[in-house]
């Protein structure tokens, strides 16, 4: 089945510590989306891709990178996590062109929840 | 801009009664409306979408959706609540990407 894979699902750094959280997809969708997400909030965009255009929400902390090497793959990098970093990574993807069905529909992985110590 | 306002944080219901979480949209123009349900440490599932046509929507697990341009809204609806309904709920729209989601309501059902 196409899905949108994250790994690990549970990852666990070091204050300060960089990590990098990964993302595939087997939908060949355009658009690639990082998301954070705290406890019994909504998700909240941090970026994300068009194919190689890389968009970042203003508000997105300079600590947060993301690279998008080829269409399947999207990497959310942590320069120095913070414990305010603790969070659940939600990747997603849209179709984002047109054709059949809505372009703008987003498909979710399973999140990566993020420890900070 | 596009925005979606969910009225509720939290709805309580008892099995088998009727789930009802509300959402009501800001847009100039007829947008695309999405529900998505989140289960614990999980990313989110779609459960039903709008885009254009029929305005009362059907989804997974018996949800359903109305579409009401007059109101601005596009509240969700179960008939009878089921334990397994217990989750989050996020409304979401879009005119174009990126997606904008409402604070969500986490839905409880007591035995």
């Known amino acids: 089945d196409a899905m949108v894979i994250q790994n690990p699902r549970y990852q666990v750094t070091q204050f300060g510590k960089p990590v990098t959280l990964s993302c595939s997809q087997t939908?060949?969708?355009?658009?690639m989306y990082w998301y954070q997400q705290k406890s019994s909030q909504a998700p909240k965009l941090l970026f994300h891709?068009?194919?190689?255009?890389?968009?970042n929400e203003a508000d997105t902390p300079d600590n947060f990178q993301s690279r998008r090497p080829n269409t399947s793959f999207c990497f959310l990098d942590i320069r120095s996590p913070g414990l305010g970093d603790a969070a659940m990574y939600l990747c997603?993807?849209?179709?984002?062109?047109?054709?059949?069905?809505?372009?703008?529909?987003?498909?979710f992985g399973p999140g990566t929840r993020l420890t900070v110590t | 801009a596009q925005s979606v306002t969910q009225l509720g944080s939290h709805v309580s219901v008892s099995e088998g009664a009727l789930v009802l979480l509300r959402c009501n949209y800001s847009?100039?123009?007829?947008?695309?409306l999405f529900w998505y349900v989140q289960y614990p440490n999980q990313g989110l599932q779609l459960l039903l979408k709008?885009?254009?046509?029929?305005?009362l929507v059907k989804g997974i697990n018996g949800f359903e959706a109305e579409f009401k341009k007059s109101e601005t809204s596009f509240h969700l609806t179960k008939p009878s609540a089921h334990m397994s309904d217990a989750a989050e709920y996020f409304c979401?729209?879009?005119?174009?990407?990126?997606?904008?989601f409402g604070a969500g309501t986490r839905l409880t059902v007591k035995p």
């Open positions: 997603a993807t849209s179709r984002g062109s047109a054709g059949q069905g809505n372009p703008y529909e987003q498909y």
């Open positions: 891709y068009y194919d190689k255009d890389f968009n």
């Open positions: 709008y885009t254009t046509g029929a305005t």
């Open positions: 979401a729209v879009s005119l174009s990407a990126p997606m904008r």
């Open positions: 847009s100039s123009v007829p947008p695309y």
């Open positions: 939908l060949n969708h355009n658009v």
